[in-house]
């Protein structure tokens, strides 16, 4: 009677829920609708038109003509966002302009690139998925919402979902790596961090699905490059994450600057309108990226910027973002009945529906408040959050002799390295409002980690890179100064461990960041050698924003730490690891190549007709480098260490009605307690169309104390084993499947089974 109880209840909690959505969907579409029956044409145009900042909106517009116009047009109802706006007074001004100038008061609504923090700066997103925990992906999001909404932001340009396979490419800094299946996890956990169940709340804001799509696909890595791919591609390893948002709810998407198929994606009316709106049904707005609009016109694609916003508001781009093409031609087109006004108002519609979620119909100024921006902001608490994920955000590459953890007690320890007391490059690129040299340095939470009696000698060893740097900077690195060798030399003499912290400024990676050398730069490998000449117990930890390319240090360091760029609370969050307050447990998420003819490599390739070596050299091979990545997909290590007992399957045969159950047995095996990221792959190697050689499907975290045991288990159901045909249609197919388990892509044992109908 209690358990039939409890379900009514949750029936009648689950049908109260619903229906309270429904209501508040109701409600939002009366008033959108009422709101559009009042609005002129222009004033419909103007939700389209997003204009970025050029003043300090606290206070008078500059003279310049175009300043003057814009400040004319706020006021005039003919913008509908801003960028680039944000602090709770900077934003509470530039509302007062809308609201309480134009004819309907219709608020802005504030954009930001808040990509890994807005002042509390977490670790890069391909740290985060690092973690393989999703829920800490949220948590970060959760917090920098938080922090943007306190500060008058509605809406952030994140999570970038796009799946990277290309170390080259600067930005694969801001994705979740070479998965499709893990990027959509945690892009859809980064979203309900962003957004929660309810935008209205005051420390949510509205999340942005980018970049639709296809645009880590560049060629040869080189940002904004033409993006060449086959449909089958595009719906397997490319849509994945962004379907799996669309789901999820989040508020919009940002197409992309790369061409797909011939077009430039912001004028593809497959992907926006038929794909994206039609077949998922999506009911959000899609914005351009910057100038994306006006860039159709380069690509080569449009005549002129009037021909370039036909064909973008015809293929369902919503929102123009500073290609000003929309509030110039827009009106024209429609009279010349080129473009039809429908279009134009399911767009304002889609625009205005968020606003009103937001809330920011009953209050525009709700988010602009100084008071809780003083209290919320880059707090305590915020930073230990950032410590948190940081510290489980680490890899462990190499630990020769177990050399790692250090104990706090020892007597004496060099840090070493052009990274190891520098405060800004750890915060990362794409840093929002982060303040300049505003992280804890690997020298001091080094220093407060150890004993007082402990002898730490710094020495910097030389510069990576020197003179003016930052977002809009191209770098210029140290190559023949090695004036501070000597010193750094000493340290590691009198020293019992060096710790040598080495790797990429942080605007190494990011927009605009590609590379084709993608070793280290500078003098930090001639360094290196110099320290290892007089002291061999050396402890490489890794800064940097993409995977790079480091055979010497995997061949001579004796550990390595992968620490990406931890944010704001890094050298306490490294400190922790080192010194064994926290049992690093993170996986790679992208594979770390051997040299950059390698790249693109990643873990979930095909077969290809000729895979493995014969008796001759006509086999897919290089000559010159091996086909293995230095380190693979999924690859990382522990204090301690685990044991995989047996993998069963419950059956041999299943038809899809069938759940597939694996199970095994873990135990940890070594001296500390610690976690493990246990993989599952599977494999269909005879299909309708070549899959790949192996496809994560599955992953649990698992925390074992030394010495437990405990048995692990997976479900899969046939809709696992599916995948998408080159024209879009999901297959399930019958024969013969491999499932793969282990600790990472390579280190796995098989198990088999056959799917009948």
């Known amino acids: 009677m209690r358990k039939l109880t409890i379900l009514l209840a949750s029936c009648l909690l689950f049908t109260f829920a619903c229906t309270k959505q429904e209501n508040k969907t109701d409600k939002c579409d009366q008033f959108v609708d009422q709101l559009m029956a009042k609005m002129t044409l222009e004033e419909k145009i103007g939700q389209l038109n997003q204009c970025t900042s050029r003043w300090e909106m606290t206070g008078p517009a500059p003279s310049s003509e175009y300043s003057q116009n814009l400040l004319?047009?706020?006021?005039?109802?003919?913008?509908?966002?801003?960028?680039?706006?944000?602090?709770?007074?900077?934003?509470?001004?530039?509302?007062?302009?809308?609201?309480?100038?134009?004819?309907?008061?219709?608020?802005?609504?504030?954009?930001?690139?808040?990509?890994?923090?807005?002042?509390?700066?977490?670790?890069?997103?391909?740290?985060?998925?690092?973690?393989?925990?999703?829920?800490?992906?949220k948590l970060s999001a959760q917090v920098t919402a938080k922090e943007t909404a306190a500060s008058g932001v509605h809406w952030t340009f994140a999570p970038m979902m796009d799946v990277g396979r290309d170390a080259r490419w600067g930005?694969?800094?801001?994705?979740?790596?070479?998965?499709?299946?893990?990027?959509?996890?945690?892009?859809?956990?980064?979203?309900?961090?962003?957004?929660?169940?309810?935008?209205?709340?005051?420390?949510?804001?509205?999340?942005?699905?980018?970049?639709?799509?296809?645009?880590?696909?560049?060629?040869s890595g080189r940002d904004y490059n033409t993006v060449d791919i086959g449909s089958y591609t595009l719906h397997n390893i490319i849509l994945p994450p962004f379907k799996a948002v669309a789901k999820a709810g989040v508020a919009s998407f940002m197409n992309s600057f790369n061409l797909i198929n011939g077009t430039p994606s912001t004028a593809n009316s497959y992907l926006q309108r038929e794909l994206l709106k039609k077949e998922w049904n999506y009911k959000g707005f899609v914005v351009s990226d910057w100038a994306s609009i006006k860039e159709i016109s380069t690509h080569g694609a449009a005549e002129n910027l009037k021909e370039a916003a036909l064909l973008a508001i015809k293929a369902g781009c919503d929102m123009d973002m500073e290609s000003h093409a929309y509030p110039k031609h827009l009106e024209e087109l429609i009279l010349e009945g080129k473009v039809d006004e429908q279009l134009i108002d399911d767009a304002a519609r889609r625009i205005l529906k968020i606003k009103y979620k937001l809330g920011l119909f009953i209050d525009p100024y709700k988010y602009s408040n100084k008071k809780r921006e003083k209290e919320l902001v880059y707090n305590e608490e915020n930073k230990a959050v950032a410590r948190t994920v940081a510290k489980r955000s680490m890899v462990l590459l190499k630990n020769k002799d177990q050399l790692l953890p250090l104990s706090k007690e020892i007597k004496s320890i060099a840090?070493?390295?052009?990274?190891?007391?520098?405060?800004?490059?750890?915060?990362?690129?794409?840093?929002?409002?982060?303040?300049?040299?505003?992280?804890?340095?690997l020298l001091e939470g080094i220093q407060v980690a150890?004993?007082?009696?402990?002898?730490?000698?710094?020495?910097?060893?030389?510069?990576?890179?020197?003179?003016?740097?930052?977002?809009?900077?191209?770098?210029?690195?140290?190559?023949?100064?090695?004036?501070?060798?000597?010193?750094?030399i000493k340290a590691a003499q009198n020293s019992e461990v060096v710790i040598m912290a080495l790797g990429e400024d942080c605007w190494q990676t990011g927009e605009a960041r590609s590379q084709t050398d993608i070793r280290l730069k500078g003098q930090q490998l001639e360094l290196f050698e110099a320290i290892k000449k007089v002291n061999e117990n050396i402890v490489v930890v890794l800064m940097n924003g993409r995977p790079i390319a480091?055979?010497?240090?995997?061949?001579?360091?004796?550990?390595?730490?992968?620490?990406?760029?931890?944010?704001?609370?890094?050298?306490?969050?490294?400190?922790?690891?080192?010194?064994?307050?926290y049992n690093p447990a993170g996986k790679l998420t992208i594979s770390f190549p051997q040299n950059v003819g390698q790249c693109p490599i990643y873990y979930n390739h095909m077969n290809t007709g000729r895979p493995t070596k014969g008796g001759n050299v006509f086999w897919s091979h290089f000559t010159d480098s091996p086909n293995t990545a230095l380190y693979p997909f999924g690859y990382g290590l522990s204090y301690t260490s685990f044991e995989y007992g047996s993998v069963s399957i419950n059956k041999n045969n299943f038809t899809k009605k069938d759940s597939i159950e694996v199970s095994?047995?873990?135990?940890?095996?070594?001296?500390?307690?610690?976690?493990?990221?246990?993989?599952?792959?599977?494999?269909?190697?005879?299909?309708?169309?070549?899959?790949?050689?192996?496809?994560?499907?599955?992953?649990?975290?698992?925390?074992?104390?030394?010495?437990?045991?405990?048995?692990?288990?997976?479900?899969?159901?046939?809709?696992?084993?599916?995948?998408?045909?080159?024209?879009?249609?999901?297959?399930?197919?019958?024969?013969?499947?491999n499932i793969y388990v282990g600790t990472n892509s390579q280190e796995v044992q098989k198990v088999n089974f056959t799917l009948i109908n």
């Not at 694969?172 to 996890?185: F, H, K, N, Q, T």
């Open 450 to 488: 150890v004993s007082p009696k402990t002898k730490v000698n710094y020495s910097k060893g030389c510069n990576l890179s020197i003179g003016k740097r930052g977002f809009r900077t191209e770098l210029t690195y140290e190559e023949n100064n090695k004036s501070e060798f000597p010193a750094a």
């Open 664 to 737: 095994f047995s873990l135990k940890n095996t070594g001296e500390y307690d610690g976690e493990e990221v246990v993989q599952l792959y599977i494999q269909d190697p005879k299909a309708k169309y070549a899959r790949p050689i192996k496809e994560l499907k599955a992953f649990q975290k698992i925390k074992l104390n030394k010495g437990q045991s405990e048995q692990i288990r997976f479900q899969l159901s046939s809709s696992d084993l599916g995948y998408y045909s080159p024209d879009g249609e999901f297959l399930i197919e019958s024969g013969a499947y």
């Open 72 to 137: 004319e047009d706020i006021k005039n109802g003919k913008v509908g966002s801003m960028l680039n706006v944000n602090g709770a007074k900077a934003t509470r001004e530039a509302q007062k302009l809308a609201v309480e100038n134009s004819r309907l008061g219709i608020p802005l609504l504030f954009g930001y690139d808040v990509i890994h923090g807005y002042k509390t700066m977490f670790p890069i997103p391909l740290a985060e998925a690092s973690s393989w925990e999703p829920e800490l992906a």
């Open 550 to 581: 480091i055979p010497e240090l995997a061949e001579s360091a004796n550990a390595i730490l992968e620490s990406w760029f931890p944010g704001s609370e890094a050298g306490n969050a490294i400190a922790d690891v080192l010194f064994g307050d």
């Open 171 to 219: 930005r694969v800094m801001e994705g979740c790596g070479e998965d499709p299946y893990l990027a959509s996890i945690f892009s859809v956990a980064r979203v309900n961090g962003f957004q929660d169940s309810d935008l209205s709340k005051d420390n949510t804001i509205a999340a942005c699905a980018k970049h639709f799509a296809g645009y880590a696909f560049s060629e």
């Open 415 to 441: 840090v070493i390295g052009p990274l190891a007391a520098d405060k800004d490059i750890p915060l990362g690129s794409w840093r929002a409002k982060a303040m300049e040299n505003s992280a804890v340095s």
